[in-house]
């Protein structure tokens, strides 16, 4: 059964369409999955605003992107999510749960996260660069200082396309030999120029764009950065994708009793901070699954178990001046939107792993 719903979600596209069209938005329909009906969707209710809070930073209305480039940003995303899927079997198992426990319901996504090295031509702008083409528009920045970690997320240019969280490592902060081996990666594979511009299309296949790495600067890496080891290793695949609890529609309870539901059936929980990872204005609760394991084949042919990626959940409540609004008429606009430093840096902790012997 397992593997029969892995290969329906890998052999997934989603239909995808904007406005004005009669399919349902970024969802994996039955067509496509032959006899098994899974959606993953953001929220599909008519009418919704874009993300946003009442003072977002950033400024201006995202560009709405032309309808006849929603035919490739849904081959983008799909191809980004393929390997995420094969890869990440909580992933296959949490979508199987929840539409088990759902059936009705679409399952949203609040957003993905990527990770990259902080490099020159690299780093932040290599994966923006994509989304922005299709309208994206960067928001907030977050800093980590003691995981020498900064973060930029950007807003869609239309509420039913997730958010988009990328992060980067602080190359020039590391050890000079951590510096030394990332550049030997980074600068190995391709011009610098290229790399940044093309890289994120090795995600689409689900292998690093440099080449393979031994085991000892894998090993150097985790020792001082355990998010520079797993980007040495996973390159630009999706760190995470993160299901949008508030759009689970049937479910009561929020995120807690989701949480509840997940450890019932034994998901194993990223505890770091608790549970659950709230925001001081208590409007932004996060909760995520330890990152899946894969085997990995270093340069040397020695095989490892090393982390690769997780699935996030995050409520959004609705901001307190659209409280009096009914159920039915709250929208993505009127939640909490972005995202918090303090939140993030636990929610980082789910692909820790011992550095290998």
Request: aromatic content about 8%; hydrophobic content about 40%.
């Amino acid at each position: 059964m397992a593997s029969a719903l892995r290969a329906a979600l890998n052999r997934a596209v989603p239909a995808f369409a904007w406005a004005g069209s009669s399919l349902p938005r970024f969802a994996y329909t039955k067509a496509a999955l032959g006899d098994t009906t899974r959606r993953f969707a953001p929220q599909t209710r008519p009418g919704g605003g874009g993300h946003g809070r009442a003072a977002s930073s950033g400024g201006g209305e995202a560009k709405q992107a032309p309808p006849e480039d929603s035919h490739l940003l849904q081959c983008i995303l799909s191809g980004i999510l393929a390997p995420y899927w094969n890869n990440t079997p909580t992933a296959e198992a949490v979508v199987g749960l929840l539409e088990e426990q759902y059936p009705e319901s679409s399952l949203g996504l609040d957003h993905l996260a990527f990770r990259t090295f902080g490099v020159e031509g690299l780093g932040i702008a290599s994966v923006a660069s994509l989304f922005q083409d299709f309208g994206y528009q960067q928001r907030d920045e977050l800093t980590f200082p003691k995981k020498k970690l900064r973060a930029l997320w950007f807003s869609p240019p239309d509420p039913q396309l997730p958010r988009v969280f990328v992060s980067e490592v602080k190359v020039e902060e590391l050890t000079p030999a951590a510096q030394a081996v990332i550049q030997s990666y980074v600068g190995g594979s391709a011009a610098p120029a290229l790399l940044g511009k093309y890289g994120m299309l090795s995600s689409l296949v689900g292998v690093p764009p440099w080449v393979t790495p031994t085991l000892q600067d894998y090993s150097l890496l985790a020792e001082e950065s355990e998010y520079a080891a797993w980007v040495l290793v996973n390159g630009y695949a999706l760190n995470h994708a993160t299901v949008a609890v508030h759009r689970l529609e049937g479910h009561t309870g929020g995120l807690e009793t989701l949480n509840g539901l997940l450890q019932q059936q034994e998901f194993l929980m990223n505890q770091e901070g608790g549970l659950v990872k709230a925001s001081p204005d208590g409007l932004l609760l996060q909760s995520s699954t330890m990152a899946d394991t894969i085997s990995f084949c270093f340069a040397g042919g020695e095989s490892e178990l090393v982390p690769a990626s997780y699935v996030e959940f995050a409520e959004r409540l609705v901001l307190p001046q659209f409280a009096d609004l009914k159920a039915e008429d709250v929208q993505e606009c009127h939640r909490r939107d972005g995202f918090e430093a303090a939140n993030a840096d636990k929610i980082f902790e789910s692909t820790s792993l011992p550095a290998p012997q």
